[in-house]
Structures are given as C-alpha cells and as structure tokens.
T-cell receptor, first 114, second 114 residues
Framework: AQSVTQLDSHVSVSEGTPVLLRCNYSSSYSPSLFWYVQHPNKGLQLLLKYTSAATLVKGINGFEAEFKKSETSFHLTKPSAHMSDAAEYFCVVSDLNRDDKIIFGKGTRLHILP | DAGVIQSPRHEVTEMGQEVTLRCKPISGHDYLFWYRQTMMRGLELLIYFNNNVPIDDSGMPEDRFSAKMPNASFSTLKIQPSEPRDSAVYFC????????????FGQGTRLTVV
C-alpha cells in the first residue's frame, strides 16, 4: 500500500527567502512522485514529477524537488519565494503501472509574507 | 485537446435532491479518477476507473454516492439524496496510466447543498 505524508499543513516565508515544503512517502514498489499546486479557486496544476530518472527534478516557476530513496522523501524547494507562489501544494505518490491509485497528501498551504 | 472537462462548474441544490456531476476525460487516457476536496479532509480519492471499469470505490463515502463510466469519453458522479455535508469541490482527473503517469485535472465542480 502507498501513502504520503506532508509534514506541515501551513508554511510561511518572507518574499525572497527560500521555500521548503516537506513530503515523505511509503510505497511497496518504485513509485512515481509528483507535486501539484492549487491556487485559490483554481484546479490543480502539475509542478513537477519524478519517474525514476534523475533524482533532482526541476519544475515550473523555479521549483525543484529531490527524490531521496534512503529517506523516503521528496521535498519541494525554491530558492526565492515570490508573492505569486502563495497557494496550496500537494505531494502525490502513484504507481499506475501496477494498477494502484494516485494518493494525495493532505496539502501544505504556503503563505508569502511581504 | 481541451483537457479534462467537468460540468457544471458550480451547483447549488437543496438537501434531498439528486445531483449529477459530469466529466469528459482527455482522449486516449485509460484512467479516470473522482476526487472530493474539503477544508477538513483535503483531497480524497472517491473512485477510479481503468478502461471504463471501476477498479476501487473504497473511497465512496456511502451508498448515496454512485459513479458510472458508460464509455471512454464520459463519466458521472451522482449523489442521491444529497446532504449539506456533501458540499465540496469535486475534481475529475484522467491519466494514460502507462509510463507517464501524470494526472490531468479538470477545473472542478463546486457543490453546495443547502
């Protein structure tokens, strides 16, 4: 069975400072991992994905995430936060090739302080 | 492709009424997912289909909820009778499910049951 844990429900950072959103997963197989972003009153948009290629994955809007198998983590980072980054972020694990589900974390709401 | 299309975008209904949410997945995608999003519970997977066949409906909250996929281009999520606690945003997503397992989401249906 797969699961994903987002360790922080809310994160606040000042504009221009680094962002770190934490995600840990468990999976019986080698999963695919994703980060999605949801802006207020909008649908979900894919930020980046890991599918067993490079462990450091670069996404849109300057975000990146590093897959660390030994730590079962897939934390999302950005060097410098922008006001437009304020949104909710979801870490996702899936292995559809094995007929399993797409499982979402509970989400982390990112607040950007001016 | 226009992406995953959900209708209606907003639905307000009275308690006890039947509600039907609709989804058109991206052409060629074999997987279709229904999610519900609330402040309290985050994003929950309700049910998913593979090649029009329901694979796992363990997330469906109770018998008042039902989902069908009569063909590869259409799915419905029905609530009968609806209750105020069903108020949420319902997302439909589709995925190819082989190799690239990214899920593409619709804009969601915001359901309010009064």
């Amino acid at each position: 069975a797969q699961s994903v844990t987002q360790l922080d429900s809310h994160v606040s950072v000042s504009e221009g400072t680094p962002v770190l959103l934490r995600c840990n997963y468990s999976s019986s197989y080698s999963p695919s991992l994703f980060w999605y972003v949801q802006h207020p009153n909008k649908g979900l948009q894919l930020l980046l994905k890991y599918t067993s290629a490079a462990t450091l994955v670069k996404g849109i809007n300057g975000f990146e995430a590093e897959f660390k198998k030994s730590e079962t983590s897939f934390h999302l980072t950005k060097p410098s936060a922008h006001m437009s980054d304020a949104a909710e972020y979801f870490c996702v694990v899936s292995d559809l090739n094995r007929d399993d589900k797409i499982i979402f974390g509970k989400g982390t709401r990112l607040h950007i302080l001016p | 492709d226009a992406g995953v299309i959900q209708s209606p975008r907003h639905e307000v209904t009275e308690m006890g009424q039947e509600v039907t949410l609709r989804c058109k997945p991206i052409s060629g995608h074999d997987y279709l997912f229904w999610y519900r999003q609330t402040m309290m519970r985050g994003l929950e997977l309700l049910i998913y289909f593979n090649n029009n066949v329901p694979i796992d409906d363990s997330g469906m909250p109770e018998d008042r909820f039902s989902a069908k996929m009569p063909n590869a281009s259409f799915s419905t999520l029905k609530i009968q009778p609806s209750e105020p606690r069903d108020s949420a945003v319902y997302f439909c997503a589709s995925s190819r499910g082989t190799g690239d397992t990214e899920a593409f989401f619709g804009q969601g249906t915001r359901l309010t049951v009064v």
